[in-house]
């Protein structure tokens, strides 16, 4: 009897000590201050996170890019638009930019204090550091950079260890709060994620535009002609009429085509120098004739 008095006071008091739990969330990346200028408007048009597998002593704390998961690429343009309303814009006319983030390394752990105690009741810290790749495309130009994403769940009190060790450089952005629940630990996820990216990926398009290197592919690219050649293809199998084909070029080369063509030819007919018809035939024609060049089809 006295011995389960005291393995429930025992619990009490653990308990009383150990508090509420506390999530957190930091993202590093070099380009903390990067100026909200660059020549071009950009729009992120495709955003790919590709995943590391999950591991088999995976701890509570969740990788930033597994929260963020198939975040709709409107959400992360519209946070970059937030954020640098210089750099990005919803506008149809911005160039459309790829971003692909690879996430090959994560690191887990627990803080020293709950390796020792294995009953696990103690104060803790679970912490995963998720290291990614992030390539921009834009004019068909890739460039890489890297960016650190961490996450913690901390189960502090006043014996507590206190945060895991984290970089000891400062943040780009850090959140944290107490007791989250699950839809507020994905916006804070997302947020610190967005704060993070958003920077590094101005700075590449900038370093880019500064070289010279954007100037450059945008006058040698040409309309996509493997896009040109699924339409086709769909169009000569009866999947889809004329119309249709026409309409699938014509959306693909407003919203993501980097050559832009549809853009140029869609402000002379804002200006009234061509007709709507005229515009669309031009596009089509733009796609049609890349098509013959590459005697994709014979």
């Not at 590093?28 to 995943?51: A, W």
């Not at 000569?236 to 119309?243: Q, R």
Request: aromatic share 10%.
């Amino acid at each position: 009897m006295k011995s389960a008095k005291r393995i429930l006071f025992f619990s009490i008091l653990v308990n009383s000590l150990c508090g509420c739990m506390t999530v957190r969330f930091e993202g590093y990346s070099q380009f903390r201050n990067i100026s909200d200028e660059t020549v071009n408007r950009y729009r992120i048009m495709l955003l790919e996170i590709n995943m590391a597998p999950l591991e088999k002593n995976f701890t509570p704390a969740t990788p930033i890019p597994r929260l963020v998961g198939a975040l709709p690429e409107e959400d992360i343009n519209a946070w970059a638009v937030r954020l640098m309303p210089k750099v990005f814009s919803t506008d149809g006319n911005a160039i459309p930019i790829r971003i692909t983030v690879d996430n090959p390394v994560n690191n887990h752990d627990l803080d020293h204090i709950s390796k020792v105690i294995l009953s696990g009741l103690l104060p803790h810290s679970y912490y995963s550091e998720s290291t990614c790749k992030v390539d921009v495309e834009a004019f068909g130009v890739c460039k890489e950079t890297e960016i650190s994403l961490i996450s913690a769940i901390d189960q502090f009190s006043i014996i507590s260890s206190g945060r895991p060790i984290f970089k000891e450089s400062i943040a780009t952005f850090e959140k944290t709060g107490f007791a989250m629940k699950a839809n507020a630990v994905t916006e804070n996820a997302v947020e610190v994620f967005a704060r993070t990216i958003v920077p590094a990926v101005a700075a590449i398009l900038k370093q880019n535009e500064q070289s010279g290197i954007y100037f450059k592919a945008r006058n040698d690219l040409k309309p996509d002609v493997n896009k040109a050649e699924e339409f086709r293809l769909l169009l000569e199998k009866g999947l889809i009429d004329k119309p249709e084909y026409e309409r699938s070029i014509i959306r693909y080369a407003e919203l993501y085509d980097p050559s832009r063509v549809a853009v140029e030819f869609k402000m002379l007919c804002e200006n009234g120098v061509i007709s709507f018809d005229e515009y669309k035939n031009e596009v089509i024609k733009c796609f049609n004739a890349e098509l013959e060049k590459s005697h994709v089809y014979e």
